[in-house]
């Protein structure tokens, strides 16, 4: 049983396109979050939700939005592709009070052509 | 703000040699410590985690990591390199700023083991 799964894993799209990546964890978790690794494999985190609700928020473009129906569910809505969205997109998830481990999913490569 | 920095981008070493790859902190209060390791195509997998205790922590697959106050140091250690170990590591700091909860990552150092 995958722990955090996101689909699609890859996705190739044109500029200006919308496109939703989704993600699931079975782990029982109250937080869940979506970090950028860009080409030179930087990671920075880009949104998080505990129990449905967004607490951090940092410095994304607005076209970037997060919806999480349940706890164990966050998707990522990007609207108006642009090619510096080009990345891999992961999601994670950890504890509520934990002491920090993140558990995270394979990742999603989106391409803007 | 929290921060880790790791200073070397690429750690070559030998198959059978003992491998260090380093990390270095800056936090106010308590440091919570993690490595990542991160194979090709792959998610981030946890090795270890420091959070209080033995400044020695063990982890996965023989990994092991000294927490070093006085050096503000975290580096990831393993007695005997295997080509299997060539990967992507990353050190993280947990970082509370903001009234959340989340891990800021180092910029990463590859690692590669030759036979």
């Known amino acids: 049983d995958t722990a955090v799964s996101q689909t699609p894993k890859y996705l190739v799209t044109q500029m200006g396109n919308d496109k939703s990546i989704k993600c699931e964890q079975n782990l029982g978790h109250d937080t869940m979050y979506w970090y950028k690794q860009d080409s030179k494999k930087f990671l920075k985190i880009m949104f998080s939700y505990n129990n449905k609700e967004l607490i951090i928020n940092e410095t994304v473009p607005n076209r970037f939005s997060p919806k999480s129906p349940d706890k164990a569910h966050l998707n990522l809505h990007i609207n108006s592709l642009e090619l510096g969205d080009s990345a891999v997109y992961f999601c994670?998830?950890?504890?509520?009070?934990?002491?920090?481990?993140?558990?995270f999913g394979e990742g999603s490569r989106l391409t803007v052509l | 703000a929290q921060s880790v920095a790791q200073p070397e981008d690429q750690v070559n070493v030998a198959e059978g040699n003992p491998l260090t790859v380093k990390c270095t902190y800056s936090v106010s209060g308590n440091p919570y410590l993690f490595w990542y390791v991160q194979y090709p195509n792959r998610g981030l997998q946890f090795l270890l985690k420091y959070i209080t205790g033995d400044n020695l922590v063990k982890g996965s697959y023989g990994f092991e990591a000294e927490f070093n106050k006085s050096q503000t140091s975290f580096h990831l250690k393993k007695p005997s390199a295997l080509v299997s170990d060539s990967a992507l590591y990353f050190c993280?700091?947990?970082?509370?700023?903001?009234?959340?909860?989340?891990?800021?990552f180092g910029t990463g150092t590859q690692l590669k083991v030759e036979l």
């Open positions: 993280a700091v947990r970082d509370m700023t903001g009234g959340g909860n989340k891990l800021t």
């Open positions: 994670a998830s950890s504890r509520d009070r934990g002491t920090g481990e993140l558990f």
